[in-house]
């Protein structure tokens, strides 16, 4: 089965934003961008709570918005951030949402540690 | 009615992403970056397409998601893009984000325009 990829000039920022705007497919793309090979059953193994037929849906959403390819290899698919084309089409985006979401994981971890916060 | 905005501390970029990854979201926003004062009228009279209950539901996600300040003044709400929180807790994204809205506008347009495109 091919799987339909958007090219680099149909991606759109809404389909990017949407796919991204959901903590399991932030966790997920956040992963891949952290290098290595993966395949579905490691990012699941990484991120260790979502079942596989919900990730079937998250990662279709991710690859038809153009955010990663999905590229079959053996049994399972290969994927892969489209940082070249998120970063040809859309400078400092990729980069300022990676950088966003790991600040608020720095803030939310700073609340659970301390009575301190207001 | 008082109506419920997170604190900037309490923003989490997945909702400002989801909140803009729609095109209607995206286009009101757009509006109210380009400056003036706004309420929903004279966002609508702008974007020329919505109908007015179903923006009721498009500003409440843009204000819960911390996007934008929706407050009472007479009759409507004035509408204002939360730029400066944005900008302190996510550096960069906003622009990104709107920049990526108006390339993507202007490739549309170039697609539309000339045959040449492939």
Chains 1, 2 share one sequence.
Request: hydrophobic letters at 40%; a neutral charge; aromatic letters at 2%.
């Amino acid at each position: 089965m091919v799987l339909r990829h958007p090219d680099r000039d149909q991606i759109r920022i809404e389909g990017v934003l949407a796919a991204l705007g959901n903590p399991v497919r932030m966790a997920a793309v956040r992963v891949l961008d952290g290098g290595g090979e993966h395949n579905c059953s490691s990012v699941l193994g990484i991120l260790g709570v979502t079942a596989k037929s919900t990730m079937t849906h998250h990662w279709r959403v991710l690859r038809e918005s153009g955010v990663i390819w999905q590229q079959p290899s053996g049994r399972e698919n290969l994927l892969t951030l489209r940082r070249e084309d998120l970063d040809a089409r859309y400078p400092g985006l990729l980069d300022a949402i990676l950088a966003g979401a790991l600040r608020d994981e720095a803030s939310q971890a700073a609340q659970h540690v301390g009575p301190s916060g207001g």
